[in-house]
């Protein structure tokens, strides 16, 4: 991405957040503005996540690392549990797919939009890119101070439609959890072990 180009979509972006009505303090806030900011400038992102799908009759967990930059797209491999280890999902042009001995096997959608368990990590980074910030606060997560940021379309009430929400350790500035909620049920959880923004050499 050009300069002007980012220089661009990071104002227009820092105007949403300020506009959007963001409670929390203002150290919260500022936080926020500089986490977006890092978001926007990555070239790509790494790290390992346990997620969760709860279909509601049925639940499954899985460990996951991933790899990917914003030119080529997202690649994430099942690591656990043993059976399903090795199965690739690859998230490439809006398209979600998973990829084992050649074969392609769509997921099932975990609510009437469509959402599936693959989507939950490029749901995050569309929210710290561009979602609309309508809470910030801090909260502890055991020893961890965290700032927790929950994203939401400004015309529905908090647990209406979807929503994003996104813990971050303050100090390292690194993302610890992340949950996606449908009509208020937590439809996916994913707990991070690592998560590595990767940024252009400066």
């Known amino acids: 991405m050009g300069a002007k180009k980012l220089c661009t979509r990071m104002i227009s972006l820092f105007l949403l957040c300020v506009l959007c009505g963001c409670t929390g303090a203002d150290s919260d ?11 926007l400038s990555r070239e790509g992102c790494a790290g390992t996540m346990e997620l969760t799908a709860d279909y509601g009759q049925r639940v499954y967990t899985y460990t996951v690392d991933f790899d990917g930059t914003v030119k080529e797209g997202m690649t994430l491999t099942i690591t656990g549990p043993e059976e399903v280890a090795g199965i690739t999902a690859t998230i490439r042009a809006g398209q979600t797919f998973l990829e084992y001995d050649g074969v392609r096997l769509e997921t099932g959608p975990l609510n009437a939009e469509g959402l599936s368990p693959l989507d939950a990590l490029p749901t995050f980074l569309t929210a710290m890119e561009s979602g609309y910030i309508a809470e910030t606060a801090t909260e502890q997560m055991g020893e961890t101070e965290a700032l927790r940021l929950c994203c939401r379309d400004p015309e529905k009430d908090p647990g209406q439609g979807l929503e994003t929400v996104l813990w971050f350790d303050k100090a390292q500035k690194t993302l610890l959890r992340g949950e996606i909620r449908s009509d208020g049920f937590t439809v996916i959880q994913s707990e991070f072990s690592a998560f590595i923004l990767q940024q252009p050499n400066t």
């Open 29 to 39: 806030n500022d936080l926020t503005l500089e986490l977006r900011s890092d978001f």
